[in-house]
């Protein structure tokens, strides 16, 4: 029999259904069961009535049900305006148990005041059964569909690069070494040497949805040591504006859809309303932020540290780009080229052509035009110290290589953001710390 999800129950008033799901609640009555079924898209109030014989054996199984545990049901359903619950009602005509819960739950999902956090990691599978959960991952799941989309729309082809490595993808530094036979090999930090190859090969524009790895002892609330990494490479560019206004576009995109499909349950379950970004994106060079916020926030930093963002200084971007432009999103440009990797492309200044974008506070992306010009990036490596480490990528652009750029945006932070969700541990189907390696 077709899969019937409970969302899609008005669409069979009067017909005879089977249905699956978790025992969500029992009210047992003098004179009436009520079972509350709950799949992923919804409940529904499954009525037996006492006083018939044909549910006596219905209703002993029932009464000794412990909450949580799966039961398949086949039954007609009713629309019934007295049923507080979307107004509907199945009578069943059997019920069949497909599986048994223990009488107690680590803790209570439904009412996580008092649950440590930890102790909700230890039990995801338990954490993960909450409303909030599922609509959150229906929300990543959702976004993540309609930016692979809007790429899909404009000849983008989706590639899977290898996670294991034979030297570092960025600097030298964080990274996860494993065994690989008899020789060592290290955890993919990001795939951006095969995006670029793919570049050299003549794909033009590709994306990657994939894991990443990063070697980090960072115990804040967005980094982790794995997460999933949404990449976008593209040739043919005429400057990073390129890059910058393909990610703005994408993300204008994504959230427009999304807040069409789910925007009002979204505002249901958390209060939210989805902010589609207009465009064009706001973008402001480094320095001019910083004097920004000297002159608006009196934040003052050391001129050593005006080279890359502070965390404070990113913090206070969100207030700047609502204050100067009314927008959630804010492209950072102009960084100086050592706090970047060596195959960002610098100007005849030795400005760095790349970005960082900052939403609400927070950099959810680092992109830039890439140097393709073999001499170039050659000496970038050198001076980096990675000419030898980096040979094979080098290779890449010794035989013609189209200009070219990307970006990467992560999921997990993404969906923690757009949810306003106080950490990353918690946007994550399951978080991989310094401290976390289990479930």
């Known amino acids: 029999m077709k899969k019937i999800y409970l969302n899609e129950l008005k669409n069979y008033y ?4 089977e249905l699956s799901g978790f025992v969500d609640n029992i009210r047992d009555l003098q004179w009436v069961q009520f079972v509350i079924l709950r799949d992923n898209t919804g409940r529904v109030q499954i009525t037996i009535e006492k006083s018939e014989e044909k549910n006596k054996e219905m209703v002993e199984l029932i009464s000794s049900l412990p909450l ?3 039961i398949k049901i086949k039954g007609k359903v009713l629309e019934n305006s007295k049923v507080k619950l979307n107004g509907m009602e199945v009578i069943p005509d059997s019920i069949e148990v497909t599986s048994k819960s223990d009488l107690e739950l680590p803790f209570n999902y439904k009412d996580l005041s008092g649950v440590n956090l930890d102790t909700r990691l230890d039990y995801r599978f338990i954490d993960l059964r909450s409303e909030k959960n599922i609509l959150m991952f229906k929300v990543q799941s959702t976004l993540v569909r309609y930016m692979r989309e809007y790429l899909y729309n404009n000849k983008f082809t989706e590639i899977h690069t290898p996670k294991f490595i034979a030297t570092a993808s960025e600097s030298g530094s964080e990274v996860f070494e494993v065994k690989y036979f008899d020789k060592k090999a290290y955890l993919a930090q990001s795939p951006q040497f095969y995006k ?8 033009d524009r590709i994306f990657e949805v994939a894991p990443c790895f990063r070697a980090e002892n960072s115990n804040t609330s967005k980094h982790a040591t794995e997460f999933t990494s949404f990449d976008v490479e593209m040739s043919y560019i005429d400057s990073v504006d390129d890059v910058m206004n393909l990610e703005a576009e994408m993300l204008n995109y994504g959230f427009s859809k999304l807040k069409s499909e789910l925007g009002e349950e979204i505002k249901r379950v958390f209060d939210i309303d989805v902010v589609v970004p207009t465009l064009p994106f706001p973008v402001m060079k480094l320095s001019d932020i910083y004097k920004e916020l000297e002159e608006r926030y009196d934040y003052k930093v050391n001129d050593n540290e005006k080279n890359d ?6 913090r206070l971007c969100k207030q700047l780009a609502h204050d100067k432009f009314n927008h959630e999103f804010l492209f950072v440009i102009d960084f100086p080229a050592e706090k ?7 100007d005849e200044n030795g400005i760095l052509q790349g970005y960082d974008l900052i939403w609400n506070g927070m950099e959810i992306t680092t992109g830039a035009q890439r140097e393709h010009r073999y001499e170039e990036i050659v000496k970038n490596a050198q001076e980096k110290g990675l000419d030898k480490d980096v040979k094979f990528y080098l290779e890449f652009f010794k035989y013609g290589c189209p200009p070219h750029g990307g970006f990467a945006v992560g999921i997990d932070r993404l969906t923690m953001i757009l949810l306003n969700m106080p950490s990353v541990k918690e946007s994550m189907f399951l978080f991989r710390g310094p401290g976390r390696l289990t479930p």
């Open 14 to 17: 009067g017909e005879e259904v």
């Open 68 to 70: 949580e545990s799966t």
């Open 196 to 203: 670029q190859m793919a570049m050299a090969s003549g794909f």
């Open 309 to 314: 963002l502070t965390t404070e200084a990113e």
């Open 340 to 346: 970047r990797a060596f195959y960002h492309m610098r």
